[in-house]
């Protein structure tokens, strides 16, 4: 993959420090087409696969924007999920070493006096979940009118019935001349227009899931019934190059899975929207560290979260429709390595899943375990 552009002079120097640290040299595709244009305060609406640089496209220039000597929450980015929220928090703290920038989150499940507190140093920065930022709102702890620039990460997720109320509440209590930035690996026509009718002639940024990003990853699956979902679940876990995500579509199957694999004593962790903070970042942390090779999820945890090593990504459930597919498999196969698809399918769901990888130009290998590994089957 070449990239022609480097990061731009102006911006500042704390910027700069920690580019050259990071070992950074190419900005990505969505990162060079993005920055300039944000740069200039306009609204974006941007559409760029999952791991191709989304975050510091639209952070990188909110940072270079930021007065760190005006004590008020300057730009506010509001996520769909506790784990992107703190992934996106890690983000601004490690891009603004040296600046005096201070970023908070504002999540649900925290303590919410704590948050207030935190909110009375006056921070530039604020990462948070459409419920708790209206909560704070709501109760004036939170005062966005010198918002200069409001970002909707992984929009399709939040311009949704559920979150609605809360994104016109947001922007309703945000400076209306605010520069606005809505992106997500998916952007559906419908979501695109609705951002449109938020915004001042917003410039749309598409990039194409990048075929070398497909190309690194191997896409398989396995015919099994509903009840021999787990025990395969379990052989793939227990492969030797294993380190992976397993996705369900609900809290219900989540816990299904988990279940046998706690019976067979095999080391897991699980994360859904109904666990409490302390549990999901626990479950984050033994993930990350590989204490726990499988995290079973719904897909709150295809949202944003970035774990580059992974080399499974493991639909225990169809997903509902090529977007699904695209941001369960987008986990995989990160900066330039190489990663594993593997859905499991019921007999019925087979002629689903096909339609899906057509759709998606995508080529499925029928697959089946084969001396600890997986193997095609033979036509």
């Given at each position: 993959?070449?990239h ?7 911006m ?12 950074f ?5 969505i ?11 306009k609204d ?9 640089g ?17 004590k ?9 999920s ?19 920038i ?11 006096k704590r948050?207030?507190e935190k909110?009375?140093?006056k ?10 930022l209206t909560?704070h709102?709501?109760s ?22 559920e ?5 016109d ?14 992106c997500?690996?998916t952007?559906p ?18 990039i ?9 990853m ?25 380190y992976?995500i397993?996705?369900?579509?609900n809290a ?12 067979h ?16 970042e ?10 726990s ?12 979260i970035?774990?580059?090593?992974l ?7 169809l ?16 900066a330039?390595?190489t ?10 769901e ?12 995508l ?17």
């Amino acid at each position: 993959m070449t990239h022609s552009a480097i990061l731009p002079e102006t911006m500042p120097a704390f910027i700069h420090d920690v580019w050259q640290s990071s070992g950074f040299t190419e900005l990505t595709p969505i990162q060079e087409k993005m920055i300039p244009s944000a740069m200039q305060q306009k609204d974006i609406i941007a559409e760029a696969p999952t791991g191709s640089g989304k975050t510091l496209a639209y952070l990188l220039p909110a940072l270079a924007d930021t007065d760190p000597q005006a004590k008020q929450p300057q730009v506010l980015i509001v996520v769909s999920s506790h784990e992107l929220a703190m992934q996106v928090h890690t983000e601004i703290q490690q891009w603004s070493k040296g600046s005096k920038i201070q970023s908070v989150p504002l999540i649900g499940g925290a303590n919410v006096k704590r948050q207030e507190e935190k909110l009375k140093k006056k921070p530039q920065f604020i990462v948070g979940t459409p419920g708790r930022l209206t909560e704070h709102i709501a109760s004036k702890k939170l005062k966005l009118h010198e918002l200069s620039q409001l970002v909707f990460d992984e929009a399709d997720q939040l311009f949704t019935k559920e979150h609605r109320g809360a994104v016109d509440s947001i922007i309703k209590a945000s400076k209306r001349d605010c520069q606005k930035i809505v992106c997500s690996a998916t952007v559906p026509e419908h979501i695109e227009e609705e951002a449109k009718n938020l915004m001042n002639t917003p410039e749309i940024i598409r990039i194409e899931l990048d075929r070398e990003l497909l190309e690194n990853m191997t896409h398989r699956y396995l015919i099994a019934d509903r009840r021999e979902k787990p025990k395969l679940l379990r052989k793939l876990a227990g492969m030797q190059d294993f380190y992976g995500i397993a996705f369900t579509n609900n809290a219900f199957d989540a816990d299904f899975f988990s279940e046998h694999l706690q019976y067979h004593k095999r080391p897991f962790a699980l994360l859904h929207g109904s666990a409490n903070k302390q549990a999901r970042e626990q479950a984050m942390k033994a993930f990350r560290s590989g204490a726990s090779p499988l995290l079973i999820s719904t897909d709150v945890a295809s949202r944003g979260i970035d774990v580059p090593e992974l080399t499974y990504v493991i639909s225990l459930d169809l997903p509902n429709d090529v977007y699904q597919y695209k941001h369960r498999s987008g986990r995989t196969a990160r900066a330039g390595k190489t990663g594993t698809v593997v859905s499991l399918v019921t007999p019925g769901e087979e002629e689903r899943l096909l339609q899906i990888a057509e759709q998606l130009n995508l080529t499925l290998r029928k697959s089946r375990f084969f001396h600890g590994g997986l193997a095609d089957v033979p036509e």
